[in-house]
């Protein structure tokens, strides 16, 4: 399979577990670790629900790696992620040692593999990644601005009702 057709392939299973956490009620973000064809681990963003500011997708997908290869380093790895990943997740990253990162969607608020900052390559670090973006980036970005224009419609139409009721007990 040729590294374009592989790289969508893996996105799309990303994507998969992005769904997973907009059932859970989550920012829609996924992760996928793969080592040659195969997928060692996945993740999916879990913050609220654990009460966790650590718990994105990369972070629990980098973790559930480490335990099931027994080491902290995960080399010879890719990681497919919907959302470029932020500073705390570049420097796991980083730390973790995977090989390369590949993501969608471009965070322009907090994106640290080269839109805000640049961990991942940074000349400074020990341990620099080999960076390919924009893979399904317009899928990526979909998904995560129907989330949030949903989440805002719901919070309008709350807003709408709470003011109803308030009227309402007031007469």
């Known amino acids: 399979m040729e590294q374009r ?3 969508r392939h893996f996105m799309q299973l990303a ?4 769904q997973e ?8 973000v996924g992760a996928i670790l793969v080592k040659g064809d195969e997928v060692i ?3 999916s963003n879990d913050c609220i629900n654990q009460h966790d500011p650590s718990a994105h997708a990369e972070m629990l997908c980098l973790r559930q790696a480490g335990q ?6 995960l080399l010879d790895t890719t990681l497919y992620v919907t959302l470029e990943p ?11 040692r995977v090989e390369r990162l590949v993501f969608g969607a471009t965070d322009e608020k907090t994106g640290a593999a080269g839109t805000v900052l640049d961990l991942v390559r940074h000349p400074a670090l020990n341990h620099q990644l080999e960076v390919t ?3 399904l980036a317009d899928e990526c970005s979909e998904q995560l601005s129907q989330f949030f ?20 007990s007031s007469n």
Do not use: F, T, W
């Not at 994507?15 to 992005?18: H, L, P, R, S």
């Not at 956490?21 to 829609?28: D, H, I, L, S, T």
């Not at 099931?68 to 380093?73: A, L, P, S, T």
């Not at 719901?154 to 009721?165: C, D, F, G, N």
């Open 5 to 7: 057709d592989r790289d």
């Open 15 to 18: 994507m998969q577990q992005a």
């Open 21 to 28: 956490a907009e059932k859970r009620g989550e920012v829609p």
């Open 41 to 43: 681990a996945v993740g």
């Open 68 to 73: 099931v290869v027994q080491n902290y380093r």
């Open 86 to 96: 932020c500073a705390m997740c570049a420097g796991a990253i980083v730390h973790s």
């Open 133 to 135: 973006q924009g893979v």
């Open 149 to 168: 224009r949903r989440r805002r419609k719901e919070k309008k139409a709350l807003r709408k009702q709470q003011k109803a009721a308030e009227a309402q």
